[in-house]
Each structure stands twice: as structure tokens, then as C-alpha cells.
């Protein structure tokens, strides 16, 4: 099946620097890649996605980028604040399921 | 903005009860999802709910201990049977909202005491 890795598992930045969390995955049928922002005690939150046939997308100070060929995509925020902190998770959609990186977990230091 | 409205949102439970867990979508789709995330951990994928057929679990994870209800395309039950405190866990319930994406429901954080 699908292995997806996600690095790093922690992050700290200072505001206003930017921050970039990168995921690699295995199985080449993987077709959809959405980013996840999870707030303490909250359910993970779609923040962005990209699918397999775009190589960017950007909303805002968000944006991920797909590199088929190498088998990884990464999540960029840029201008960081303070609420961006949180873990933020990718996954991989191949059949019918999605597989999930381990997270990383993002401090955004005032 | 995308809405899975899931609840309880949290509970505290005796071992050896069971607790069912609902998921409402605001709009229909045709599969959704139940998730359990242990604290500080990933997702892990329980079973796949499709409406009108029988939910396809994962390895490790059996009809009798989680079942599952889809009476519709666009709610769904997750029941927790016979509870232990390993059973502890945030779960998830997800869902293709099509032009919104693959959104989650807030979750519901259960404690097995």
C-alpha cells in the first residue's frame, strides 16, 4: 500500500519567516494530496489540497506544490503568525483511501 | 464553508459499555469515513461506510467491536462495544464533500475509565 513520510515533526519559526513541511510518497497512483491544520482538541481542518494533474496551488499565504516525478509534495505558508500554529498533516488519496503523514507540529514564536 | 456536525464531542465511559457516535453531513455523499487518532498520533483508518452495503474495515479492526450504521447518504453511526480504557482515543468521521474537499467532523474525544 501507500507509505507517506512527513518531515520534520516539529517546526518552530519566527512570525512573519516562512515555513515549509514536505511529505514524499510511494505509489505512483496517488491522485489527490490535501493539507490538514489541527488545533488543540479540534478535528484536522482542509487548509489546501492539489491534485495530481496541477504542480501548484496557492491561497493566500498558503501554498503546496506537487512534484510527480520525485513522489513529493510540500505545504508553504508564508508570513507566519502566531495562529498558524498547530499540527499540520498531509495525505495521499490512492483508490479509495487516504493515507496520512505522521504530522509535523508548527510554533510560530511572536 | 463545509459542515460534518459529529457528536458527542466528548464522553467519559465505563469499560464494558458501549457508546455510539453520530456524524451528520450537510450535504449527501456517497462514502464516508471513521477515523481514530491517539493522542499526539496520525489517523488511522477504521472502516470505509458506504450507504445501502455493508462498511469495509481495516486490518485490525472488526465489525462486532466497531459497527457501523449508513442509513443514508448523509448520516452515519460509529458504535464503540464493550469498551476498555485501551479504547480511549479521539474518533473522526470524514467525508468527500466534492468542491469542499475531504473535510473532517470535529471529533469526539472518549476517555474509558
Known amino acids: 500500500g501507500e507509505n507517506v513520510e512527513q518531515h520534520p515533526s516539529t517546526l518552530s519559526v519566527q512570525e512573519g519567516d516562512s515555513a515549509v513541511i514536505k511529505c514524499t510518497y510511494s505509489?505512483?497512483?496517488?491522485?489527490?494530496f490535501p493539507w490538514y491544520k489541527q488545533e488543540l482538541g479540534k478535528g484536522p481542518q482542509l487548509i489546501i489540497d492539489?491534485?495530481?494533474?496541477?504542480g501548484e496551488k496557492k491561497d493566500q499565504r498558503i501554498a503546496v506544490t506537487l512534484n510527480k516525478t520525485a513522489k513529493h509534495f510540500s505545504l508553504h505558508i508564508t508570513e507566519t503568525q502566531p495562529e498558524d500554529s498547530a499540527v499540520y498533516f498531509c495525505?495521499?488519496?490512492?483508490?479509495?483511501?487516504?493515507?496520512f503523514g505522521t504530522g509535523t507540529s508548527l510554533t510560530v514564536i511572536p | 464553508s463545509a459542515v460534518i456536525s459529529q457528536k458527542p464531542s466528548r464522553d467519559i465511559c465505563q469499560r464494558g459499555t458501549s457508546l455510539t457516535i453520530q456524524c451528520q453531513v450537510d450535504?449527501?455523499?456517497?462514502?464516508m469515513f471513521w477515523y481514530r487518532q491517539q493522542p499526539g498520533q496520525s489517523l488511522t483508518l477504521i472502516a470505509t461506510?458506504?450507504?445501502?452495503?455493508?462498511?469495509?474495515?481495516e486490518s485490525g479492526f472488526v465489525i462486532d467491536k466497531f459497527p457501523i450504521s449508513r442509513p443514508n447518504l448523509t448520516f452515519s453511526t460509529l458504535t464503540v462495544s464493550n469498551m476498555s480504557p485501551e479504547d480511549s482515543s479521539i474518533y473522526l468521521c470524514?467525508?468527500?464533500?466534492?468542491?469542499?474537499?475531504?473535510?473532517f467532523g470535529s471529533g469526539t474525544r472518549l476517555t474509558v475509565v
Open positions: 470524514s467525508a468527500d464533500r466534492g468542491s469542499y474537499g475531504y473535510t
Open positions: 505509489d505512483s497512483a496517488s491522485n489527490y
Open positions: 492539489i491534485r495530481s494533474n496541477v
Open positions: 495525505a495521499a488519496y490512492t483508490g479509495n483511501q487516504f493515507y
Open positions: 450535504s449527501q455523499v456517497t462514502m
Open positions: 461506510a458506504n450507504q445501502g452495503s455493508e462498511a469495509t474495515y
